[in-house]
C-alpha cells in the first residue's frame, strides 16, 4: 500500500490525528509499515481502535489516544501520552478535520463558523504547539504536516467555514515551519481534494453518479484513495524530503491544474 522503503521510520515515533478512518487510517498504517511505532488519536474510539487492531494484526506497532482537538488539555495529554508510551515524538500528520453542510456567508449561524474553525484550524493550532513544544524539547527535532485542502485556493460555494479554515493552515504550516527551522523541524502540509473517504461520500451523498461526474471534473478522471494521499505525507515526513519545508503540496488529481 505504502511505498516508503521498508524501515524507513524504524526506531521513530509518528502520531496521526483524525486516523479513525480515511487519509489519517492510512498514514497511520504507512507509517507501521515503514517500521514506526504509531500513536492513533482520535474522537471516535471504536474505529480507531479498530485502525490499531488492524495494524496490529498486520505486525505493526500502534496505539490508541482519544482526542478532541478543538480541547487544549486533550491534546497535551495526546502528545503527553506519545511521549510516556514510547519515548519521543519524532513525526506528526495533524489531519483530523470535520465538514458540515454549509450556507451562504450571510445565511450562515456563528456557532457553525464556530465550530468547524475550532476543529479544523484551531485543533491544528493546538496540535502544532504541543508538537513542536515537545520536538524542541528532544534531540534530533522532528517533522509536521498538516491536513489543508485545494479549497484553501479555490472558491467552493457555500464552504466558507470550511475554505477559510483550510486556508488558515496554510499560514499556520509556513509561519510554523519559519519559526522552528533553526532548531531542526519541518513543518508542510497537504492539500488533498476527491479522495475517497467518509468525508468525501457525507460530502457527495452515497450517489455514484454524482461521484463519476465529479471524477470527470478531474484532470486525471478519476477520484483518489487515501493511500496516494498517506505517500505524500510519508515522503514529506521522511529525509528524502529533508530540504522542504513551509510547503503546501497539493494530492488532488490536477484540481487545481485543471484549464
Ligand atoms: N477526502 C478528501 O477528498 C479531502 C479533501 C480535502 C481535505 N481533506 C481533509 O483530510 C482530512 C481527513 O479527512 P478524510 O477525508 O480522511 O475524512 P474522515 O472523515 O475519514 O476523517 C476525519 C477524521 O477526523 C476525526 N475527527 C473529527 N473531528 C475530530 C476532533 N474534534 N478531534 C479528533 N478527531 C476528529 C474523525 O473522527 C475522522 O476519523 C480532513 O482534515 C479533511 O478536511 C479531505
Request: charged share 20%.
Amino acid at each position: 500500500m505504502s511505498g516508503a522503503a521498508d524501515g524507513e521510520f524504524s526506531g521513530k515515533v509518528a502520531l496521526v490525528t483524525g486516523a479513525a478512518t480515511g487519509i489519517g487510517r492510512a498514514t497511520a498504517f504507512g507509517f507501521a509499515r515503514a517500521g514506526a511505532a504509531v500513536v492513533v488519536a482520535d474522537i471516535a474510539e471504536a474505529d480507531g481502535q479498530k485502525t490499531v487492531s488492524d495494524i496490529l494484526a498486520a505486525g505493526g506497532k500502534a496505539r490508541f489516544v482519544q482526542v478532541d482537538v478543538a480541547d487544549n488539555a486533550s491534546v497535551e495529554n495526546m502528545v503527553e501520552k506519545t511521549v510516556s508510551w514510547y519515548g519521543r515524538l519524532d513525526c506528526a500528520h495533524n489531519n483530523a478535520g470535520t465538514l458540515v453542510q454549509e450556507v451562504a456567508i450571510a445565511d450562515m449561524a456563528e456557532a457553525a463558523w464556530d465550530r468547524v474553525l475550532s476543529v479544523n484550524l484551531k485543533g491544528v493550532f493546538l496540535c502544532m504547539k504541543h508538537e513542536i513544544q515537545q520536538m524542541l524539547r528532544q534531540d534530533g527535532g522532528g517533522a509536521i504536516v498538516n491536513t489543508t485542502s485545494v479549497t484553501a485556493f479555490r472558491t467552493v460555494l457555500n464552504s466558507a467555514a470550511y475554505s477559510s479554515s483550510k486556508a488558515g493552515i496554510v499560514a499556520l504550516t509556513r509561519i510554523g515551519a519559519a519559526e522552528n527551522g533553526p532548531f531542526g523541524i519541518r513543518i508542510n502540509a497537504i492539500a488533498p481534494a476527491g479522495i475517497e473517504t467518509p468525508m468525501l461520500a457525507k460530502g457527495l451523498g452515497e450517489d455514484e453518479e454524482r461521484k463519476r461526474n465529479v471524477a470527470k471534473t478531474r484532470v486525471m478522471r478519476r477520484l483518489g484513495q487515501p493511500e496516494e494521499a498517506a505517500e505524500a505525507v510519508l515522503w514529506l515526513c521522511s529525509p528524502r524530503a529533508s530540504y522542504i519545508t513551509g510547503h503546501t503540496l497539493a494530492v488532488d488529481g490536477g484540481v487545481l491544474a485543471a484549464p
